[in-house]
């Protein structure tokens, strides 16, 4: 399960609770949870397996280099609104010398992975959701890859309105790591 039970237990009721420092020693607060946000990628959904993929269709001399190349791709493209597939998958394609005749190959296997989400967490969702609390979402994805997790998960029908799901490719900057 990718949730454990003991961060169930925490979330349902909305309670969680605190410590605070002062001067005659620990106090322990209840206070209530108003909002639950989530990432997407290893949370809702299963991480894209970019680097995986690109291992089979890379030399053996270069495989070394697909997580670096991803990477460098990803951190590219992760903040900029105008990003296109084909911008990425050209930018992989000459990186790490692969045919571009592979691209729609590859893309099929990454969003195929991006669609599988976690039952158990998007149970948790429904359940906060009818619990009362907001949801939200922050991600660093591209667009077009999220919007296969968004549909697959149907988070856009679980996190309402759909202006609680940021996404770093649209507003231009990723969160911390």
């Known amino acids: 399960s990718r949730i454990s039970s003991s961060t169930k237990a925490e979330i349902f009721p909305a309670r969680a609770a605190f410590k605070k420092q002062s001067s005659v020693g620990v106090i322990m607060a209840q206070v209530p949870i108003k909002c639950l946000v989530v990432d997407c990628g290893g949370v809702t959904n299963d991480d894209s ?21 991803w990477k460098t791709v990803w951190k590219v493209h992760r903040d900029n609104p105008n990003s296109t597939k084909a911008a990425v998958w050209t930018e992989l394609c ?39 609390l907001v949801l939200g979402m922050v991600s660093n994805h591209i667009r077009f890859w999220f919007q296969e997790c968004l549909e697959a998960s149907s988070l856009d029908r679980i996190i309402e309105p759909s202006s609680l799901i940021v996404v770093s490719n649209e507003v231009g900057c990723s969160k911390p790591s």
């Open 49 to 69: 397996g970019m680097s995986r993929t690109l291992q089979k269709y890379v030399t053996e001399e270069l495989a070394a280099d697909v997580p670096l190349a």
């Open 94 to 132: 000459q990186a790490l010398r692969i045919d571009v005749a592979k691209v729609d190959e590859m893309d099929a296997e990454i969003c195929c992975t991006l669609r599988k989400s976690y039952p158990e967490t998007m149970e948790l969702l429904r359940r906060a959701k009818r619990s009362g």
